[in-house]
């Protein structure tokens, strides 16, 4: 690589400015359904996205289903029983707001997905007669067959289809270019967002972005707790350059913040701690409800919630006696009994019975159109599936009528990490919103992963296309004020920096990445103190304050990566804060501290946290704030239930 | 002088690579970059980064010019069933 010139023409120097009534920020799945809202109520949209928007993003390459499509024609659910099952699940600690959003325009967004030419029915008639397929809509479902409220879907064919919809619609977007900074009305914190700053990630150039309204869909933050210099895109679950850029300029900003003090033990996808998702032996998620054997091929049992042994394949997919429902998937972790659904038998209990590890997936036994439908469809239609998963292991000889696929760990996850690795998953913390989906900066609105308890592909299409189309009411009615000339000019001194500095005396984003990972693993933790938090904090201000300074890139793309580390720096620094605020623990918020105070009177409270001068100000806000939800929905979304455009 | 990096994510066949750059331009993570001799296939610049989706090969318009590779530690077992019952006879 030595002797090998940087290709494309380096434009440091240069200088764009692009007008809008409506910028996106972040082109992934809620990015492209936010533009396509705000277009069609006619607006003119830019999108900004820093990879490439056809396949960017979390869900780019694939999702094989689609959760709480409660309105979808075969639901026994409704929209509220759905979301009040979700805020139980975690004791009122959940966005409420954005997931009535998903349980009540959910199934809206995919038939609008459909009509870009994504596939959610099994038109080839494939499945005709399983139980999980509706042979009048021939759509297909996951989980509950009772219920039908998740839906099997072909992800696959879902973000070319949307990049077509935004090419048709007039969208200008604007690929590979970083977005860096929000701009806000007189440069002050906290004041009117009124667009975005960039740099593109191959030449280096720097953007203006100037709208009426924003709408912020990045990424939620990552590589917090968990860095490998050598293999940084297996790091985290979520793809490489999505590591919560907009969490950080939206903290600069003086954007409020929630729930920032809950992480999670790691789980998914950091190098050597995991195998490849969905290819290795499990019954979760897509792989659910793959029988699990042990090593002399003894199958370990499936019981539902009260114990009972479930001797029928069919049965793993029915509610327990005297359920209504019960929910599987993305933000289910160790669910609540009401909605607790069938497992196979806890794996200590396995082991005290003599059942002789490994243990394996087992597809061979299975009804055929299970199997089927786990290997060929789910596993090919979900993200990172098509190719090295189902492609890689067919050609290589796996055939599921024959082979068992090992499990490796102990859980379903097929990792093993230690208990100071944490990460941002499971219903992670993020902007703070009302019923419009606006953050607390006028102007700006959050949808997807920005948002706080944010989980998968159908929260962020529903919550994305939701935001937009309030960010262009927002639009059709405000001015386009200018930019604050010095915002730009501090921003651009910011950016550019690492540039100037010598690279034989400098430090480079991966080892500054993993300092604050260590930083964060040894004193923001499984166990919070407030003693260790407080050193913590005083190391990242260290390392902000002296050694960000000293940082240099070689090219665009290093700087890129660079000024993403310098975003992980700062929601390191919201997380501390948050932590510091929260004095007690917390079981819904997976917050453990060794120095919990006896007061209470924070429990049922979220606290709300936003930087103003330097400092971060916190306010503690009641978990059910948002109220009644069909009442608020309604009041708010006339419009759009009338069928306005 | 070069270095064997931890992971060879991409591995290309020149003989079918038409060099078209569609993997280039559809990676997320941008971790390709164009070769300096037209036509040939582009150089995975910083194998590290992938993100291991898939989507150079999806886009790909020609069969097995890409090859997405797991690192050697990624890389999972499967067993025949019939082989596992027997070994648990013997």
Known sequence: MYDYKWPYPLEYDKEE??????????????????????????????????GATKRSGAGG??????????????????????????????????????????????????????????????????????????????????????????????GTTFKPAMYKE????????????????????????????????????????????????????MSRPARVWLFSPELPGLCEFRPPQCIGDGHAMGWRAGAEFNMMEKSVPAEFSASGRSYPPYG????????????????????????????????????????????????????????????????????????????????????????EEERKVIWGMMVGEEGKTKVPIYGNYTKAGFDPSKH??????????????????????????GFFNDWT???????????????????????????????????AKYAAVNELKKWDIQQIEEEKNRVYAPLKNDPDMSIGWKELNMAIAKTMQNYCGEVKYDDLLKVGLSRLKEYEEKIVPQTFAYNPHELTRLLEVFDILTVSQ????????????????????????????????????????????TREVAVDYFGDLKENYEKYNQDYIRGDR | MREMPAANPII??????????????????????PNPEKGKHPIVAYPGECWYCGCCVMECPVEDAIKLRHPLMNRVHWIDKKLLMKQDNE
Not at chain 1, 88 to 99: K, L, T, Y
Not at chain 1, 102 to 121: N, Q, S, T, V
Not at chain 1, 315 to 342: L, N, S, V
Not at chain 1, 597 to 604: L, N, R
Request: aromatic residues 10%; contains cysteine.
């Open chain 1, 17 to 50: 400015i692009i007008n809008a009534d409506v910028l996106v920020l972040g082109g992934g799945i809620a990015g492209c359904m936010a533009a396509i809202a705000a277009a069609r109520a006619g607006q003119k949209v830019v999108l900004v996205e820093k």
């Open chain 1, 61 to 154: 390459s694939g999702c094989d289903h689609w959760e709480s499509a409660a309105t979808n024609p075969c639901s026994k659910v409704t929209p509220e029983e759905l979301t009040q099952a979700m805020l139980h699940d975690n004791e009122g600690f959940n966005n409420g707001i954005s997931h009535y959003i998903e349980c009540r325009e959910g199934y809206d967004r995919l038939l609008d997905i459909e009509k870009m030419g994504g596939k959610i029915r099994d038109t080839e008639d494939e499945f005709v007669g399983a139980e999980f397929r509706d042979d009048e809509t021939k759509l297909m479902f996951a989980y509950d067959y009772e219920n039908r409220f998740t839906l099997r879907i072909w």
């Open chain 1, 166 to 217: 935004l090419k048709r619609l007039g969208v200008n977007i604007v690929d590979r270019v970083m977005v860096t900074s929000l701009l806000t009305e007189g440069g002050a914190q906290g004041a009117r967002c009124v667009g975005a700053t960039g740099i593109h990630t191959r030449t280096g150039k720097f953007y203006i972005f100037n709208a009426k309204s924003s709408i912020m869909c």
């Open chain 1, 280 to 367: 290795a032996g499990n019954n979760h998620n897509t792989w659910y409800a793959a029988s699990i054997i042990d090593s002399r091929g003894k199958e370990i049992p499936y019981a539902d919630r009260d114990g009972n042994i479930l001797e029928d394949v069919k049965d793993r997919f029915r509610p327990a006696k005297g359920q209504k429902f019960f929910m599987k998937g993305g933000g289910i972790d160790f669910p609540k009994y009401e909605i607790e659904g069938p497992e196979t038998l806890p794996f200590s209990k396995m082991i005290e019975e003599g059942y002789k590890l490994p243990f394996y997936a087992d597809l061979t036994k299975l009804p």
């Open chain 1, 404 to 429: 068992v696929l090992q499990c490796y760990g102990t859980g379903w996850t097929s990792a093993s990490f230690l208990p100071q690795e944490r990460q941002l998953f499971g219903l992670p913390g």
């Open chain 1, 437 to 471: 989906l606006s953050t607390n900066i006028e102007g700006l609105y959050a949808a997807g992963d920005a948002l706080y308890a944010s989980d998968c592909y159908g929260h962020a299409a529903a919550t994305g296309y939701y935001a937009g189309r309030h960010a």
């Open chain 1, 574 to 617: 919201i997380i501390i804060e948050a932590s510091l605020a929260r004095k007690i623990s917390m079981k819904p918020l997976y917050f453990k501290r060794g120095d919990s105070i006896e007061d209470e009177s924070s429990k049922d409270k979220l606290i709300v946290i936003r930087q103003s001068n330097g400092k971060a100000v």
């Open chain 2, 12 to 33: 290309f066949d020149s003989s079918k690579c038409i060099g078209c750059n569609r993997c280039m331009e559809i990676c997320q993570v941008d971790i390709f970059l």
